[in-house]
């Protein structure tokens, strides 16, 4: 099993960029599919993107496509988030997560199998 390490997390002014990375341990980490998930302030952890083994597939959360891309480096082991024209609403813990079915990061219908400690992202207006 992989651990999961998130970092790149900070303050930013709408309309500026940031990129995340999650770094994984271990041996195994392009049997997993990932995804980028994130909880605002007295909100639900919510999807944000996520991508096959491969990184052949992607997927976004309507809220972020077009302004959010998600890649990884299986030669790292890291997976990104590319996050540009941000707003104060993308403010929130942002995890990274792992698990052997994409369709299951997209949505869960049960606990991925491996959750890093989050990173925190605040949007200034």
């Known amino acids: 099993q992989v651990q999961l390490v998130e970092s790149g997390g900070g303050l930013v002014q709408a309309g500026g960029s940031l990129r995340l990375s999650c770094a994984a341990s271990?041996?195994?980490?392009?049997?997993?599919?990932m995804g980028w998930f994130r909880q605002a302030p007295g909100k639900e952890r919510e999807f944000v993107a996520a991508?096959?083994?491969?990184?052949?597939?992607?997927y976004y959360a309507g809220s972020v496509k077009g302004r959010f891309t998600i890649s990884r480096d299986n030669a790292k082991n890291t997976v990104y988030l590319q996050m540009n024209s941000l707003n104060p609403e993308d403010t929130a813990v942002y995890y990274c997560?792992?698990?052997?079915?994409?369709?299951?990061?997209?949505?869960?219908?049960?606990?991925?199998?491996?959750w890093g400690q989050g990173t925190l992202v605040t949007v200034s207006s």
């Open positions: 997560a792992a698990d052997p079915e994409f369709n299951t990061v997209v949505q869960p219908s049960r606990s991925l199998e491996v």
């Open positions: 271990g041996r195994t980490f392009s049997r997993y599919a």
């Open positions: 991508i096959s083994r491969s990184g052949g597939v992607t």
